[in-house]
């Protein structure tokens, strides 16, 4: 038997791994500077995107934008919410729901937390260019879209929910 594979193809699965654990090994000291783990922070920033929103993010929505699986998001937010990073209360339109929101102290962290996060980005930007850059975003949301044509993005879901 050949040692060689079959694959034609370069490991893309693996390959964007490799390149999201480049980006966090940025991100990762600072995170834990403010005493987050991967998943806080992502909780975190999607709860600071919607932190205008007056009746909170219902919980399927932070699990869905933060990428974590429901069982996992429980246990994330139990913790937040013990070290003060968020309130979470029933929805007041649907008591079998619950809504959450970034506390002061959870929103301070992510003002702080996108300084690094966004000065990470602008040398990113100048090392690779604008134009690369941004064609380094619109391919990932066509590969996105290529793979999860039925899964709605956050963009397509917060345009629903104005209608």
């Keep these: 038997m050949s040692a060689s594979t079959p694959f034609v193809h370069r490991n893309l699965p693996r390959l964007l791994l490799q390149a999201r654990e480049a980006v966090m090994a940025h991100t990762?000291?600072?995170?834990?500077?403010?005493?987050?783990?991967?998943?806080?922070?992502?909780?975190?920033?999607?709860?600071?995107?919607?932190?205008?929103?007056?009746?909170?993010?219902?919980?399927?929505?932070v699990a869905r934008e933060a990428y974590l699986l429901g069982p996992s998001l429980t246990g994330v937010l139990m913790r937040m919410e013990r070290d003060g990073l968020i309130a979470r209360e029933r929805c007041p339109q649907d008591a079998r729901r619950t809504v959450v929101r970034a506390t002061a102290l959870g929103l301070d962290k992510v003002r702080a937390l996108s300084q690094t996060i966004e000065a990470h980005y602008q040398w990113m930007e100048q090392l690779l260019g604008k134009d690369k850059l941004g064609q380094l975003y619109a391919l990932l949301d066509e590969v996105i879209a290529l793979e999860t044509p039925d899964i709605e993005t956050p963009e397509e879901l917060a345009e629903e929910e104005e209608r």
Excluded: F, I, K
Aim: charged share 30%; aromatic share 2%; proline share 6%.
């Design 28 to 61: 990762r000291p600072s995170l834990r500077q403010h005493g987050l783990s991967d998943q806080q922070w992502r909780v975190l920033r999607v709860l600071g995107e919607h932190a205008d929103d007056p009746a909170g993010t219902e919980t399927g929505r």
